[in-house]
């Protein structure tokens, strides 16, 4: 019963690296989601999808770039790191208008 | 633009006492509503969502949620709070594939 898998928990990097965060979820759900959390300013979309094959970009997507080339995961990845980047990363997935469903979370500290 | 606000950053409460969490939004046709709570290091749990019919919701924990149309809020309530419910509260509106979050509202509780 695991509901939203993210890979990794915790990552440092250094300014310009990149790396891929990895969402993956069970649930058989059309849509997922990458959100970023920072203090003081709730969560805010990156990107999502509504299904296999589609991506679409949220509220702050500059910098990220998604993947969804299979229905149960979906890539967040940073080409270039920059410091500004270094937040909390929520994955979510959900069926239409029905709530979403959060994984624990990736804490990402560019240095 | 649709919007959530919620006017509160910090709220404390003594343990025994009642709560209410307020949240404004606004949005142009029947608003799909969320209230999701996040402890610390976790991911958000759906606490309770309002989508048509009674405006008084149940949720889990103890917690419930009614939504006025004529103010444009779905405040959430409960009327003892346990120091377990110390958390972030964030309330949430559907928007066309995706949710508008509030920037949140911290609760604290004192024994």
């Known amino acids: 019963n695991a509901g939203v898998t993210q890979t990794p928990k915790f990552r440092v990097l250094k300014t310009g690296q990149s790396m891929t965060l990895l969402c993956a979820q069970d649930?058989?759900?059309?849509?997922m989601y990458w959100y970023r959390q920072d203090p003081g300013m709730g969560l805010r979309l990156i990107h999502y999808?509504?299904?296999?094959?589609?991506?679409a970009k949220g509220e702050v997507p500059d910098g990220y770039n998604v993947s969804r080339l299979k229905k149960q995961n979906f890539l967040l990845g940073l080409e270039s790191a920059a410091p500004s980047q270094t937040s909390v990363y929520f994955c979510?997935?959900?069926?239409?208008?029905?709530?979403?469903?959060f994984g624990d979370g990736t804490r990402l500290s560019i240095l | 633009a649709q919007s959530v606000t919620q006017p509160d950053i910090h709220i404390t409460v003594s343990e025994g006492a009642s709560l209410e969490l307020r949240c404004n939004y606004s949005?142009?046709?029947?608003?799909?509503l969320f209230w999701y709570v996040q402890s610390p290091g976790q991911g958000l749990q759906l606490l309770l969502k309002?989508?048509?019919?009674?405006?008084l919701v149940q949720g889990i924990k103890g917690f419930e949620a009614e939504f006025k149309r004529s103010q444009s809020s779905f405040n959430l309530r409960k009327p003892s709070v346990h120091w377990s419910d110390a958390a972030e509260y964030f309330c949430a509106v559907h928007n066309t594939d995706k949710l508008i979050f509030g920037t949140g509202t911290r609760l604290q509780v004192f024994p």
């Open positions: 649930m058989n759900h059309e849509y």
């Open positions: 979510a997935s959900s069926q239409g208008k029905q709530p979403q469903h």
């Open positions: 949005y142009g046709a029947t608003p799909y």
């Open positions: 309002y989508f048509s019919g009674d405006t």
């Open positions: 999808s509504v299904g296999e094959g589609t991506t």
